[in-house]
């Protein structure tokens, strides 16, 4: 009798346990998400982390309707700091502009960048901007 009240428990056991590749384990904090930034009181600047190492940034008008690809990329982030690497450049009135690294905030982020000044050719760094999550 004890060996008939076992089998039945087992079972119930074997049901409950899932296996790990069942779970999902994508735990990446920025991949598929979409950021937004004002540029300019017309145009917002969106981010979006395509992959765990690839991003696109964009530039958009007041209904969000891409007018430009600004730049294009890879990254890393450890913990909540995110460093880029050095990307492409896509829209000519915005040359030169690069996200160097920023930190990831609960629902924002801020990221510092540089850009180049075309009349003298030179690097403008020290500025930063504020991103929120939209995705």
Same mark, same amino acid.
């Given at each position: 009798?004890?060996?008939? *009240?076992?089998?039945?428990?087992?079972?119930? *056991? *074997?049901?409950?346990?899932?296996? &790990?590749? +069942? #779970?999902?384990?994508?735990?990446?904090?920025? $991949?598929?998400?979409?950021?937004?930034?004002?540029?300019?009181?017309?145009?917002?600047?969106?981010?979006?982390?395509?992959?765990?190492?690839?991003? +696109?940034?964009?530039?958009? &008008?007041?209904? &969000?309707?891409?007018?430009?690809?600004?730049?294009?990329?890879?990254?890393?982030?450890? +913990?909540?700091?995110?460093?880029?690497?050095?990307?492409?450049?896509?829209?000519?009135?915005?040359?030169?502009? #690069?996200?160097?690294?920023?930190? *990831?905030?609960?629902?924002?982020?801020?990221?510092?960048?540089?850009?180049?000044?075309?009349?003298?050719?030179?690097?403008?760094?020290?500025?930063?901007?504020?991103?929120? $999550?939209?995705?």
């Amino acid at each position: 009798m004890k060996k008939l *009240l076992f089998l039945p428990i087992i079972a119930i *056991l *074997l049901t409950m346990v899932s296996c &790990n590749s +069942d #779970e999902n384990t994508d735990t990446h904090p920025l $991949k598929g998400t979409k950021w937004i930034s004002a540029f300019d009181s017309d145009r917002s600047v969106i981010l979006h982390f395509i992959t765990e190492h690839d991003y +696109d940034c964009w530039l958009v &008008n007041q209904n &969000n309707a891409i007018i430009g690809n600004i730049h294009s990329g890879t990254y890393s982030i450890v +913990d909540n700091n995110i460093s880029f690497s050095e990307g492409v450049d896509f829209a000519a009135n915005l040359r030169g502009f #690069e996200f160097i690294d920023g930190t *990831l905030r609960s629902g924002s982020m801020v990221l510092n960048y540089r850009y180049m000044v075309s009349f003298v050719w030179e690097w403008v760094y020290g500025r930063s901007r504020t991103f929120v $999550k939209i995705q």
